[in-house]
């Protein structure tokens, strides 16, 4: 998995706490991190691209969130910067080594690519679960200054 997918859930994150209808550049989005702008944006635009944050253009433009957090899951960023396809791919080596071959689909019959299926579909099914809210809560419960202080260092940048 990609970096990111990291700094795009942490930009996300950022976003819950914008007041209403307030819009953040991706340049001040990555100077929070010390992130390439370049890069971000590019994270931001495939976010953008999913219906997960909205870009307004113009000087007080920049990204929010195009969706409420209760509806934004972990597996929505995921598949927008990292794609629908599953992580393991089965390449079927197994017909390459000695035994019958003819009619078989490994990637049914081995124990490897089940085994690996199996995992894909719990880290999904766990991804799915947990929303862009969930994890905002747990940061407010543990840090409840982040909020604020995000917000007050997104505002002394703008000075």
């Not at 209403?20 to 971000?40: N, S, T, V």
């Not at 299926?117 to 200054?145: G, N």
């Amino acid at each position: 998995m990609s970096e990111g997918v990291e700094w795009a859930i942490h930009s996300c994150l950022n976003l819950t706490w914008l007041e209403p209808g307030e819009a953040m550049p991706a340049a001040r989005m990555a100077a929070f991190y010390a992130l390439p702008a370049a890069y971000l944006n590019k994270q931001l635009q495939a976010l953008a691209r999913a219906g997960i944050v909205a870009s307004t253009p113009g000087p007080r433009g920049g990204f929010r969130l195009a969706r409420s957090p209760e509806d934004i899951t972990l597996l929505d960023i995921v598949t927008a910067i990292e794609g629908p396809d599953e992580a393991f791919r089965c390449e079927e080596i197994l017909r390459q080594g000695p035994g019958e071959h003819e009619g078989i689909d490994y990637r049914r019959r081995c124990f490897v690519s089940q085994a690996m299926r199996r995992a894909e579909t719990a880290w999904r099914k766990e991804l799915a679960a947990q929303t862009l809210a969930d994890i905002r809560e747990t940061v407010e419960r543990h840090r409840p200054a982040t909020p604020g202080e995000t917000r007050a260092w997104f505002a002394n940048l703008r000075t």
